[in-house]
């Protein structure tokens, strides 16, 4: 019931933003009386926050499975990536929600929110130090972590269902961006033997 | 005027989003009777399509001169890097509004905000490929184009202007990484000495 109610409270969310969306219209939406849907739920509020958290919990528990095991942490990050991947792929229209309209909470939901953020910036973090530790590459920091996270991030805004590549695709391609770069040795000498390559055609 | 009056209601659209702004608010924040706001800017639509391009207009404006030059692209990379990180540095706020609520715009006003964004994300796809050609580092596509730009406009959810660190120098250091990756070439000779370190995830 609360999972359902939630979805469609999504929905309207991301078409009419939070102001925009009244408690009578959600009311309606999800076929339940204003008293009863307050039983459920609470406040628009409460929903709005509801939504941020379970997202970002639900992110966390695909997450972590990853992260607590012996695999070496090359395998771990490209198993945290398309987990990430994934998760924006599944629950796209959440993600959307708990970006944009995160500012609306109050200071103490946004504080949360943030606190589970953090926790899941953490987890990216703990992976990119092992393999700085394991001599895989080199050590990070906060600035390389939210990098990193930007680059598989912003997906949310461009990744299709049905786009040429899936989700684990695109992990895995950026991923291997982040560990050798664009300046990769062995293609930059067998490039520099065949000067006139026809370019990528453009988008 | 139409400046200011852009500056004043992208602060409004900030706090209260696009629905949660009335026109009268808005009216009343510019000191403008709603026949002269009318007159000077048009429909609250109108004010939201003219703040994300204006916006995009400008990002546009601050990066062709750098990619109009002579310069070698890799020069060229830092400096459309640096120019888009002062962008976000000082519109901040323009960018979270266009970013956030032009999904609330009209489909012939998205359709232009979504070709500026493209033409943005060209200019990026222009640069990487001439270094492409010149032999200075791999072919890109535009999914690589895409998770490059991931990782510069995700700063304008982080970055702070009295951060520790500053725009010119977030922007060198994600360059940079993009294009040596995280694993350094010492550190990349020094592990094939190493035979018993796991090997790279298959692709």
Redesign the interface.
Known sequence: MREKILETVTELF????????GVQEISKAVNLGRGALYYHIGSKEQILFDISMSLLRSALDTTLPFVDTDD?P??KL?NIARALLRHHATHGEGWQVAV??A??LSEEYQQQVIDARREFEQLWHRV?QE?AR?????A?DA??V??????????AR?MRADGP?SPEQ?A???V??????????S??SE??DR?D?P??P??
């Open positions: 991301i078409h009419k933003g939070f102001h925009g969306t070496p090359d395998v490209h944009r309209e500012r609306f990119l393999g394991a001599g895989l590459w080199r990070v600035v390389d939210r990098g990193v996270l930007g680059m598989f991030n912003y997906t461009w590549l695109i895995d391609r950026y291997d961006l982040l560990l050798t770069g664009l300046i990769e040795r293609e930059r490039r520099s000067p390559q370019e990528p453009p988008e």
